[in-house]
């Protein structure tokens, strides 16, 4: 059943970008759940199916096995997910709490800074900018830009005229 969905990939961008790794789309026992961090703590991203009165009760269910199991559990909406102020503190709060855990399951990466490494980022960021730069929109050369203004021009005018309604009075459009 594992489907991916944009706001459980936004979340796991986010958790990856802070340096906290993660199992995304496991079974534990009967379930499967969206995210196991630090090996206990579970994190489920709950959509608007999970509101209808069949998935409440699977939820709940779900949420009693792995609580019975010893294992945390955190719930996040789309969109929680989708507010960044939300997401940067549910972030925070899964880091903390799989700290409290223990660094067995934390992989969090401190910046390298050496010299060969900075090169590296700004070979990087130039090919990037290089790509960005082929990919912008051209710009339109003069005829074109004449062209355009000429359509405009015929729009307005169009406008502007005077057409008959259906009772034969002229009024403008």
């Known amino acids: 059943m594992t489907h991916?969905?944009?706001?459980?990939?936004?979340l796991a961008e986010a958790l990856r970008k802070a340096g906290v790794s993660y199992q995304a789309n496991t079974f534990l026992g009967p379930y499967e759940?969206?995210?196991?961090?630090a090996g206990k703590l579970v994190i489920e991203v709950d959509g608007f199916h999970h509101y209808s009165r069949g998935n409440v009760k699977r939820d709940a269910e779900k949420d009693r096995w792995l609580l019975d199991r010893g294992y945390d559990l955190l719930r996040i909406t789309n969109a929680d997910v989708a507010n960044e102020y939300k997401l940067r503190h549910f972030v925070q709060d899964v880091k903390a709490k799989a700290g409290a855990k223990g660094d067995e399951g934390m992989n969090v990466l401190a910046p390298l800074n050496t010299p060969q490494l900075q090169a590296?980022?700004?070979q990087l960021e130039a090919k990037e900018k290089q790509q960005a730069e082929r990919k912008a929109p051209l710009k339109?050369?003069?005829?074109?830009?004449?062209?355009?203004?000429?359509e405009r021009e015929?729009?307005?005018?169009?406008?502007?005229?005077?057409?008959?309604?259906k009772d034969g009075h002229k009024r403008k459009r």
Do not use: H
Not at 4 to 10: D, H, I, L, N
Not at 33 to 37: A, M, P, R
């Open 140 to 150: 339109p050369t003069e005829q074109q830009k004449s062209k355009r203004d000429l």
């Open 154 to 165: 015929m729009f307005l005018k169009a406008l502007e005229r005077e057409i008959p309604d």
């Open 4 to 10: 991916v969905t944009k706001a459980e990939a936004k």
């Open 120 to 122: 590296l980022k700004k």
């Open 33 to 37: 759940v969206d995210f196991v961090v």
